[in-house]
């Protein structure tokens, strides 16, 4: 199984689910302008979309999407706490959160990396990503992760958008919860793990 990533990208939260989970992998990082693996492959002839993540699950196979990718890693994995059981109203929840991650956070922290955005649309965006980050914050008042007690895939997704944060002018630390909630995933040993291998942190 190999994981094709950009250091600190939203790959980076697949990365750090096959490091909670332990499940033997292999890294090839892209470079995202020029299109090329590492190793000097196209990587639009590996993954037509032209971003990552994308997982090569076996020869001329691949997943791609953060949200599918991290539910078939801990799907696949034998006893992953990672997710709730398939059909339960926890693992509804968990989609639930996933797709929020997706569509409130993702797309809105993200946008702000685009090159030549008129000031007025940053506001707007940082404006109406503010108002989501003010529902997570609520969300984790009493309670560790975001389905509750335990950590999940849908934090390692989280925890890697709102780091993205610190580039585009958004003070996480305004949201003490969410403060709080970045420091607790940042401590885990498979997250440092996973930020180390990405050179996203000192060995």
């Known amino acids: 199984m190999k994981l094709y990533y950009s250091p600190g990208a939203c790959?980076?939260?697949?990365?750090?689910?096959?490091?909670?989970?332990?499940?033997?992998?292999?890294?090839?990082?892209?470079?995202?302008?020029?299109?090329?693996?590492?190793?000097g492959a196209d990587f639009g002839g590996i993954n037509s979309k032209g971003y990552v993540p994308t997982l090569e699950i076996a020869k001329d196979q691949v997943l791609t999407e953060v949200a599918t990718i991290v539910q078939y890693l801990a799907d696949k994995a034998e006893n992953s706490k990672l997710l709730p059981k398939f059909g339960s109203?926890?693992?509804y929840r968990a989609m639930e959160t996933l797709n929020f991650v997706a569509s409130e956070l993702?797309?809105?922290?993200?946008?702000?990396?685009?090159k030549g955005m008129p000031e007025?649309?940053?506001?707007?965006?940082?404006?109406?990503?503010?108002?989501?980050?003010?529902w997570v914050d609520a969300q984790l008042a009493n309670k560790e992760y975001l389905l509750g007690d335990?950590?999940?895939?849908?934090?390692?997704?989280?925890?890697?958008?709102?780091?993205?944060?610190?580039?585009?002018?958004?003070?996480?630390?305004?949201?003490?919860?969410?403060?709080?909630?970045?420091?607790?995933?940042?401590a885990r040993p498979a997250v440092q793990a996973a930020l180390k291998k990405e050179g996203l942190l000192a060995a």
């Open 120 to 134: 007025e649309g940053r506001k707007l965006i940082i404006e109406r990503v503010s108002k989501r980050l003010g």
């Open 11 to 39: 790959s980076l939260a697949p990365h750090i689910v096959l490091s909670e989970l332990g499940t033997p992998y292999s890294l090839e990082k892209v470079d995202l302008a020029e299109k090329k693996t590492e190793t």
């Open 89 to 91: 109203m926890e693992r």
């Open 106 to 114: 993702h797309k809105g922290i993200g946008g702000l990396f685009a």
């Open 150 to 186: 335990e950590f999940s895939v849908a934090d390692a997704y989280a925890f890697t958008v709102m780091n993205w944060g610190q580039w585009v002018g958004i003070d996480i630390k305004q949201w003490p919860n969410i403060a709080a909630y970045m420091d607790r995933v940042a």
